[in-house]
C-alpha cells in the first residue's frame, strides 16, 4: 500500500496531541461519535432489527441502500433499544476520511470516545495522507486478543471511496477475529471482497428492498404523525414511493397540512414538494454534468438501455453511467438483460426538472425514442412515445404495417394500446389511422362504427407518395382490413362478411414473409375465431366448429389467452345447441381454466361460458347456480353488443323466471326480444330457442294453442323430426328445430290431440340424433302420449330408456317439466335403480316446471311416489353382451369364449352389473334386467 517507513506513524512512546481534541491540527468533531437519536415519529420494524441481531454474530453487516432509506435510523434505534453486551463504536465518515490517515485516526478516536482503551503502543496515523502499515497490524492484534467482542459502526461509509482504505478495512476485519465485528452503513456496495464474506457466511445483508416500507408499515407511519388516511392512503402512498422511507415521511409531513390526506395523495405533484427537494439536492445535484444530462433525458422512459440512452444524449457513455448509477443506490435499478429503471418517483420529478429548465426537448426526445424502439423490435413500448411526440401517423402506419392491429383484442396489452390510440385526434389523416380506429370501434363491439371506419379506410388505399398511382396497397394493409372485417361480420351478425373477408385474407397472407407472419399468430386466431363466432350465429353448427377448433389451436401461449378462451367459450355453445350437454359442460370449464390460469380480467372474457354453465345448471334443476352464471355473462365483454351473448341471455334468463316458476315474466321477457343484431342478419337457432322459451311459457299458463303459434309454421315439425332421425341429414336441420317438434307435440299433447304429437315424436324417439337434452324430452312426451292412450307398458318402457340417457348429464329439468301424470305412473310402477333425481321430483311442485303436462298448472308431487323413483345407471355395450349371454345360461367360460374375454374380465364385468342392477346373484340380475327392459 506504499506504506513502508514506520516514522511516519507515531511510535508508542512518543508524544502526541490529547485525544479527543484534535487530529492533524484540525479539532476532532465528538458528534461524529454519536449515535443519531431517533425521532418520535420513527416506525420499528421487527422485521429488519431481528436480521441485524442475528446478523451481527458474523464479521460483517451490510446495510446497502439510496438516500433516505432509512439505514442509519434503522441501526440506531436497534442499538438503542437493544443494547449489546460489549462496547460498540460509532463513526459517522466524511469526505474528509478518503485520506487513509485521516479515516484510521478517526476510528482509533471513535473506538476510545466509546469507552474502549486502545493503547498507546497502537499507535497514531503521523499524516493525513497516509498510514503506517506496522500500525495496523499493531490494532489488528490488540482487537484480536481481546477478551470480549467490540461493535464499530461506520455509518455513511459510502463517502469513503478511496480503494487503499477498503483493502485496510479488509486487512483489520480479516486479522482482528474474533473480536472486531463491523457494520457498514453505505449508498453503495463498499470495495471489500463482499463475495468472499458472502460466500463463507460470514456476512450479512439488509439492502434497499428490505428497507422499503410495506404498505402496513406506511399505515403505522401515518399513524404516528395523526393521519387517518385508512388503508387506502397508505396503499396510495406506499405504491407512489414504492416504499421509499423517506419520501413515505417527507408526504407524510405534507399531508399533515392538509384537510383532505386521501385527496392529497391522489392530485399529489411530485416534481414541485419537498420530495422533488430531496431528490434534486441529495441526488441530481451530486452528480457530474454528464450523469445529470443522462438521468434527466432517460426520465421519459419506463426502462432504458445503454444504447438508447446514447440514443438520448448523442454521447456513448451511456453504459458506464448507468452502472455507476446502480452500484451507487441512486435510485436507478437494474432490470436484467441490460435494461435500468429509475425510481418512479424520481423519474416524475425529473421530467419536472427537463421541462422547466429544457423546453421542447421532451418531445424530440420521445421522437428519438420512438424510432430506437421501433427499430429494436418493442413496437408496445414505442408507440407511446410516438404518441406523446404527436406522431400519429408514424404510430398507426408502424402499428398496421406490423400486423400488429391484432393485439387490440389479444394479449396483456390490449388496454394498454387502447389507451394509447384512443387519444389519436380524429383529423389525423391516411388509411392507416381508419385501420386502427375502425379496430378500436371493433374491440368495443361496436359493429356500425367500425364498418363506417373500414370503409373510409378503403376509400384511402394505402401507398408511398414515391410509388405509382396504380401501386397495389401493402399486403399489410391488406390483411388487417381483412381480419378487422371478418370481426365486424361477426358483431353484425353476417356470415356472408365474415366468409368473404376471410377469403380476401389469403392472398395477403402470402404475399407476406413467413416469418413476418409468424409473429402474430393472434391474427390468425382472431380470424379463426371470428370465422367460426359469425357461423354460430348463423346456425351452421359444423362448419363453426371447424373454425373454432382451428383457432384453438392456433392459440397457442399466454398472449393468446383471449382468443383460445373465447373459442372454448364458443365452441362449447356449439355442443350446447346441438344437445350435447356434458361434452359443452366440459368445454366451458375449459375455457373458465384457460381465464383463470392466464388471469384474464372479466372485461377479457367471453360470455359465452357462463351462457352454457347457465344452461346446464337449468337442465340439472341447480337454480342458484344457473342465476349467478347468468350474472357473470351479463358483466361480461360484449353482453350488449354481441348477438350470440345477448341472444342467449334473453333466452336463458327467460327460461330461468319460468324455472322458478315465473312464466309470465319469462313471457314478457321474451316478448320484447330479437334475434337480429343492428347491422346483420337474423339467427336460425336464437330464433329457435327465443320461440321455445314463449311457447314453454303459454304452455305453463295453460293456453297450448298460443304456445303452437309461438313456434310458427306446423308443418316444419314433421320435417325436422324426420331430418333429425337420421344424423346423416342433421346438419341440414336448423338448430332448435328438433326442440321445437316436441315442443309442439308437447303442446298437442295438451290438447289432446295424442296422435299428432305421436306423429311427430316417433322419428326423434327412433334414434338419439339430437341429443341427450332434446331426446330425453321427446321421449317422456311420447311417454306421455302414449300413457294418454292407456299404452302404460309403452310409457314405462320409454321412462325407463328416459332416465337411463339422462341420468349421466343429470337432467333432471326434463322429469320436472313433464308434470303430474310422470309422478302417477312412478308410484304406480317404481323404477328401481339410484336416487339422483328423486328429491328434486319429490320438492317438485306449481312453480317447478313448464307445462306441467297437458298445460294444467302443476300440482305438487307426491313425495311418497316420487320417493319410490330410482334410476338405473346404464350398463355398458360390454356389459350389456356379458348379461345378455348369462340370460342364454352360459357359464363364464363359456362367456369368455364366445366374447372373446378372459375370465377374470367376464368376472370384473358382472362385478359392475351387480353394482348396477344391485343384483347379487346372476339370475337376479338378468331378472332385474327383464323388468327394466334392458333384455
Known amino acids: 500500500m506504499g506504506e513502508t517507513a514506520a516514522p511516519r506513524s507515531t511510535p508508542p512512546t512518543a508524544a502526541r496531541e490529547p485525544r479527543g481534541t484534535r487530529a492533524f491540527g484540525v479539532p476532532v468533531l465528538p458528534t461524529r461519535f454519536a449515535i443519531p437519536s431517533v425521532p418520535h415519529t420513527f416506525v420499528r420494524r421487527p422485521r429488519l432489527t431481528q436480521r441485524l441481531a442475528d446478523g451481527v454474530s458474523r464479521p460483517l453487516v451490510l446495510v446497502n441502500g439510496p438516500a433516505g432509506a432509512g439505514k442509519t435510523l434503522l441501526v440506531a434505534d436497534w442499538l438503542a433499544r437493544h443494547p449489546l453486551p460489549w462496547p460498540v463504536a460509532w463513526l459517522t465518515n466524511e469526505a474528509d476520511d478518503n485520506a487513509p490517515g485521516m479515516f484510521w485516526a478517526y476510528v482509533l478516536e471513535a473506538l476510545r470516545h466509546h469507552g474502549l482503551p486502545v493503547p498507546d503502543d497502537v499507535g497514531t496515523p503521523a499524516r493525513a495522507e497516509e498510514v503506517d502499515h506496522a500500525l495496523l497490524v499493531r490494532f489488528a492484534a490488540y482487537l484480536s486478543g481481546l477478551r470480549d467482542p467490540v461493535l464499530l459502526v461506520l455509518d455513511e461509509f459510502d463517502r469513503v471511496c478511496v480503494p487503499v482504505i477498503a483493502e485496510q478495512v479488509a486487512f483489520v476485519l480479516q486479522h482482528s477475529r474474533p473480536a472486531l465485528h463491523l457494520v457498514l452503513i453505505s449508498r453503495t456496495e463498499p470495495l471489500l471482497p463482499l463475495h468472499r464474506y458472502r460466500a463463507g457466511d460470514e456476512m450479512a445483508d439488509i439492502r ?368 350446447l345447441l346441438n344437445g350435447r350437454l356434458g361434452r359443452a359442460e366440459a368445454r366451458a370449464r375449459e375455457a373458465a381454466a384457460e381465464a383463470t390460469r392466464n388471469g384474464l380480467l372479466p372485461a377479457h372474457c367471453s360470455g359465452a361460458a357462463d351462457l352454457v354453465a347457465a344452461a346446464v345448471a337449468i337442465e340439472q334443476d341447480d337454480l342458484a347456480a344457473a342465476g349467478a352464471a347468468l350474472a357473470r355473462a351479463g358483466r361480461s365483454a360484449g353482453a350488449r353488443d354481441d348477438p350470440v351473448v345477448a341472444a342467449g341471455l334473453v333466452i336463458l334468463r327467460a327460461r330461468l323466471l319460468l324455472a322458478g316458476g315465473d312464466p309470465s315474466g319469462s313471457l314478457e321477457l321474451v316478448a320484447g326480444a330479437t334475434a337480429r343484431p343492428a347491422a346483420g342478419e337474423r339467427s336460425p337457432w336464437a330464433d329457435a330457442h327465443l320461440a321455445l322459451a314463449a311457447s314453454a311459457a303459454h304452455l305453463a299458463l295453460g293456453d297450448p294453442e298460443a304456445a303452437r303459434e309461438a313456434l310458427g309454421d306446423p308443418d316444419r315439425f314433421l320435417a325436422a323430426a324426420a331430418r333429425d332421425a337420421d344424423p346423416a341429414d342433421a346438419p341440414a336441420g336448423a338448430p332448435g328445430a328438433a326442440e321445437c317438434a316436441v315442443a309442439a307435440a308437447r303442446a298437442w299433447i295438451a290438447d289432446g290431440e295424442r296422435a299428432r304429437a305421436i306423429e311427430i315424436l316417433d322419428p326423434l324417439v327412433t334414434r338419439d340424433a339430437a341429443g341427450p337434452a332434446v331426446t330425453v324430452r321427446a321421449l317422456l312426451a311420447r311417454a306421455e302420449a302414449a300413457d294418454g292412450l292407456g299404452d302404460t307398458t309403452a310409457a314405462r318402457r320409454l321412462v325407463v330408456r328416459a332416465l337411463g340417457l339422462a341420468r349421466p348429464e343429470r337432467l333432471r329439468r326434463p322429469f320436472l317439466d313433464a308434470g303430474p301424470w310422470l309422478r302417477r305412473s312412478l308410484r304406480a310402477r317404481p323404477v328401481p335403480g339410484h336416487d339422483w333425481l328423486t328429491s328434486r321430483l319429490a320438492g317438485a311442485g306449481a312453480g317447478a316446471g313448464a307445462g306441467a303436462g297437458a298445460g294444467a298448472a302443476a300440482r305438487p308431487a307426491d313425495p311418497a311416489a316420487a320417493g319410490a323413483v330410482l334410476v338405473v345407471e346404464p350398463l355398458s355395450e360390454r356389459e350389456h353382451d356379458v348379461l345378455a349371454c348369462a340370460a342364454q345360461l352360459l357359464s363364464t367360460e363359456e362367456i369368455a369364449a364366445e366374447l372373446s374375454l378372459s375370465v377374470n374380465t367376464v368376472k370384473t364385468h358382472f362385478k359392475s352389473i351387480y353394482r348396477k342392477l344391485s343384483a347379487n346373484r346372476r339370475g337376479e340380475a338378468v331378472r332385474r334386467a327383464r323388468e327394466l327392459e334392458l333384455l
Open 208 to 575: 434497499g428492498a428490505d428497507l422499503a416500507f410495506s404498505q402496513e408499515e406506511t399505515a403505522a407511519l401515518l399513524d404516528r404523525h395523526g393521519l387517518d388516511g385508512g388503508p387506502e392512503a397508505a396503499r396510495l402512498l406506499t405504491e407512489r414511493t414504492e416504499g421509499w422511507a423517506a419520501g413515505v415521511r417527507l408526504c407524510a409531513l405534507a399531508m399533515h397540512e392538509t384537510d383532505d390526506p386521501a385527496r392529497f395523495l391522489k392530485e399529489f405533484e411530485a416534481g414541485r414538494s419537498t420530495v422533488a427537494d430531496y431528490l434534486l439536492g441529495e441526488v441530481l445535484a451530486t452528480q457530474p454534468f454528464e450523469t445529470q444530462d443522462l438521468l434527466l433525458r432517460t426520465s421519459i422512459l419506463e426502462q432504458t438501455h445503454p444504447d438508447l440512452a446514447n440514443a438520448l444524449t448523442g454521447r456513448q457513455d451511456g453504459a458506464a453511467i448507468l452502472a455507476s448509477l446502480e452500484r451507487a443506490n441512486a435510485f436507478v435499478t437494474a432490470a436484467g438483460h441490460s435494461w435500468y429503471r429509475h425510481h418512479p418517483l424520481f423519474a416524475e420529478i425529473l421530467r419536472v426538472h427537463l421541462r422547466s429548465g429544457r423546453p421542447g426537448l421532451e418531445r424530440e426526445l420521445h421522437r428519438t425514442a420512438a424510432r430506437w424502439l421501433c427499430d429494436a423490435g418493442q413496437l408496445v413500448s414505442a408507440l407511446p412515445h410516438a404518441a406523446a411526440a404527436g406522431d400519429w401517423e408514424f404510430a398507426a402506419s408502424q402499428f398496421v404495417g406490423s400486423l400488429a392491429v391484432g393485439r387490440l383484442f389479444t394479449g396483456l396489452d390490449a388496454d394498454r394500446l387502447a389507451e394509447v390510440f384512443s387519444a389519436m385526434p380524429p383529423g389525423t389523416p391516411g388509411p392507416a389511422p381508419e385501420l386502427v380506429r375502425a379496430a378500436l370501434d371493433l374491440a368495443r363491439y361496436d359493429a356500425t362504427g367500425g364498418l363506417a371506419r373500414l370503409r373510409a379506410a378503403e376509400e384511402r388505399p394505402a401507398r408511398d407518395p414515391r410509388d405509382p398511382q396504380d401501386a397495389p396497397e401493402p399486403p399489410a394493409v391488406q390483411l388487417t382490413r381483412a381480419v378487422l372485417r371478418v370481426v365486424a361480420g361477426r358483431l353484425a351478425g353476417s356470415a356472408a362478411m365474415a366468409e368473404e373477408a376471410a377469403a380476401d385474407a389469403a392472398e395477403p397472407a402470402r404475399q407476406l414473409p413467413a416469418d413476418h407472419l409468424a409473429r402474430h399468430p393472434e391474427l390468425s386466431a382472431l380470424l379463426l375465431t371470428g370465422l367460426g363466432a359469425a357461423r354460430l350465429w348463423a346456425g351452421r353448427l359444423d362448419t363453426a366448429a371447424e373454425a373454432l377448433s382451428a383457432a384453438v389451436d392456433a392459440s397457442e401461449g399466454p398472449q393468446l389467452a383471449a382468443p383460445r378462451h373465447e373459442a372454448l367459450a364458443r365452441l362449447a355453445l356449439a355442443d
